[in-house]
């Protein structure tokens, strides 16, 4: 097990840890490890305090994470790191190597801005499993509106080709929004996705919104989202 001063200096701080969820990893029991910071401003996001004031948030202990995870041996299927956007954190790698270490696979959320970065832990098998959240279907306009500042649809694109490829399982997401999306955005992106292994349509939930607007904004109904829904790829395969 490495030590304290071991990892001290290298490792990216950590703002957030869950022992055990069910609902972060389909069909597992994982921990979750939360890393601060990104790059995007979406206006929904419900994680908003990670993002925008990260400073304001005490770090978690990673001795005391490994210590959990040693003790739930047998229970937990593995781990997910999420944000934040975890790839904007240059020692990414050597916080991945670590749980792998344990013996543990790891999933990865990611924006899928940083296509080098996401490269680098594919090819070094440091990932058993990438979900990426695909904004909007794949223009500058559309893409700039749901992420609050210009889109780097070139990165974007190509880490959809390098996860479709990588050799490791994944799913793509999309968390829809009433004024950001509508019926023909989900249509398109739909063929922009087609082919992909896996295409979960998430609804919009105002709780915790990083934009106060979005606080008082209602998803959609039941009704149309299940005509958005019905656009998902690889249903079967949840």
Not at 31 to 38: H, I, M, N, R, T
Not at 129 to 147: C, E, G, P
Not at 161 to 168: A, F, N, P, Q
Not at 208 to 222: I, K, N
């Amino acid at each position: 097990m490495p030590t304290q001063s071991s990892f001290k200096h290298r490792l990216p701080a950590i703002k957030g840890f869950i022992e055990t969820s069910f609902v972060d990893w389909a069909g597992k029991i994982a921990a979750v490890v939360f890393l601060p910071g990104c790059n995007f401003r979406c206006p929904m996001c419900h994680n908003h305090e990670l993002v925008l004031h990260p400073e304001a948030i005490s770090n978690y202990p990673f001795e005391v994470i490994v210590d959990s995870l040693n003790q739930h041996q047998g229970w937990i299927d593995g781990v997910c790191i999420t944000g934040g956007e975890p790839t904007n954190h240059p020692n990414l790698d050597r916080l991945l190597a670590e749980f792998k270490g344990l013996g543990l696979p790891v999933k990865l959320d990611t924006n899928g801005s940083r296509p080098d970065v996401l490269a680098h832990l594919l090819a070094q098998g440091q990932v058993d499993y990438v979900a990426m959240d695909v904004k909007a279907q794949l223009n500058d306009i559309s893409y700039s509106q749901v992420i609050g500042g210009p889109a780097p649809l070139a990165s974007i694109k190509q880490s959809l080709e390098l996860i479709r490829s990588g050799g490791v399982d994944y799913e793509f997401r999309t968390t829809v929004v009433p004024g950001l999306h509508r019926l023909d955005d989900i249509q398109r992106l739909a063929e922009q996705l087609a082919g992909a292994k896996r295409w979960r349509i998430q609804n919009f939930s105002p709780a915790q919104a990083l934009d106060p607007e979005y606080l008082v904004r209602f998803p959609f109904s039941e009704e149309e989202f299940a005509v958005l829904k019905s656009y998902e790829l690889g249903r079967d395969r949840i």
